[in-house]
């Protein structure tokens, strides 16, 4: 028998209460509404939308090629010829599709080509939040819309991957008044990168140098503390927050270490392994960002930064205007 579990009924003007908790007779079924979502999310498909940010030389195509263990950075895809620093801070978004296990993602990696590379830096985040806020305008375009479709595209960016330089000192001026700019409208992830450069010791004061600045700048990243639901989520990523910034090495090269295949980077000292916790915690930054937190991190960006850019737009707009399906009647948005 399946026991059926009732919180007090609610009064109904005219009705009394109905009776109290009662025992099914037979099995329903109830419990398959998991493998229907299930089945529903394989066929769809979903989107996952990460944007990297930091200085040139930092790796940060190779870590997204790692991360994903395929050719999705700009690069690999044969984005231009050369690989000349930009005037100015430019938005490179590149798509692919990637199938595992019969779960279909499509990936978006947007680039950010020329941050950080000018003599003067000053602003160079602007093109980045202008970028995330105009993915935000045209979801809430289509969401306005009264034809609008079954399901709408979702180009938002759902993470931003930020590299900080190994320098083993402490934050740049230009760190922290890009995280402080954009971690209102996005999830921000710091990541120490080519940390193989330190020794264990200077990586570990590093580490705890670049939390302590954060902190005193009142700068939030993901997973922000606010938005754990219960204990359990709090405890979880207590130990991850405890853990960031991740110092990460990236790398596509294999090498024969102890009779196995591994991804690595050769030095005089030997191979430092990717996926070696030992050697350092790009395992971590994967298993964190792709095993346990992707979706809440798409339910993070939907629920919170894109409500607020919304309801920041409701306020100003004094309520949106819906857009007619043969598109005459603009919106005000």
């Known amino acids: 028998k399946v026991k059926i579990c009732r919180s007090a009924p609610e009064q109904v003007p005219g009705l009394g209460h109905s009776g109290s908790g009662s025992t099914l007779l037979g099995y329903i079924g109830?419990?398959?509404?998991?493998?229907?979502?299930?089945?529903?999310?394989?066929?769809?498909?979903?989107d996952f939308n990460i944007m990297i940010v930091g200085h040139s030389g930092l790796g940060k195509s190779t870590l997204v090629n790692t991360l994903f263990k395929?050719?999705?950075?700009?690069?690999?895809?044969?984005?231009?010829?050369?690989?000349?620093?930009?005037?100015?801070?430019?938005?490179k978004a590149v798509s692919h599709v990637i199938e595992e296990g019969g779960v279909k993602m499509k990936l978006?990696?947007?680039?950010?080509?020329?941050?950080?590379?000018?003599?003067?830096?000053?602003?160079?985040?602007?093109?980045?939040?202008k970028y995330i806020n105009e993915q935000y305008e045209k979801f809430l375009k289509e969401e306005v819309n009264i034809a609008r479709k079954k399901r709408i595209p979702d180009t938002r960016v759902h993470c931003c991957l930020y590299f900080i330089s190994p320098t083993g000192h402490s934050l740049?001026?230009?760190?922290?008044?890009?995280?402080?700019?954009?971690?209102?409208?996005?999830?921000?992830i710091p990541v120490i990168a080519k940390s193989d450069t330190m020794t264990p010791d200077e990586k570990n004061e590093f580490k705890h140098r670049v939390r302590k600045e954060l902190e005193t700048h009142g700068?939030?990243?993901?997973?922000?503390n606010e938005f754990d639901d219960d204990m359990e989520d709090k405890n979880e990523n207590d130990k991850i927050r405890e853990a960031m910034p991740f110092a990460v090495?990236?790398?596509?090269?294999?090498?024969q270490v102890n009779g196995k295949r591994v991804l690595g980077r050769k030095t005089a000292w030997g191979v430092v392994e990717v996926e070696n916790p030992n050697h350092?915690?790009?395992?971590?930054?994967?298993?964190?960002?792709?095993?346990?937190?992707?979706?809440?991190?798409?339910?993070?960006?939907?629920?919170?930064?894109?409500?607020?850019y919304r309801a920041r737009r409701l306020n100003d707009n004094g309520g949106l205007h819906p857009i007619s399906a043969n598109n005459t009647q603009e919106s005000n948005l």
């Open 30 to 46: 109830i419990d398959t509404i998991i493998e229907q979502m299930r089945k529903k999310t394989m066929k769809a498909g979903f």
């Open 70 to 91: 395929s050719q999705v950075s700009r690069w690999s895809s044969g984005w231009g010829g050369e690989h000349k620093i930009p005037k100015t801070v430019e938005i």
């Open 108 to 129: 978006t990696v947007i680039d950010t080509p020329g941050f950080g590379d000018q003599i003067n830096n000053e602003n160079c985040w602007d093109p980045i939040s």
């Open 172 to 188: 740049r001026q230009l760190d922290i008044e890009f995280m402080k700019h954009l971690s209102r409208v996005v999830n921000i």
């Open 219 to 224: 700068i939030e990243y993901y997973p922000q």
């Open 249 to 255: 090495v990236g790398s596509d090269k294999e090498f």
């Open 280 to 308: 350092c915690e790009f395992a971590l930054l994967r298993d964190f960002l792709i095993r346990s937190h992707l979706q809440d991190l798409k339910e993070v960006t939907h629920n919170i930064h894109y409500e607020t």
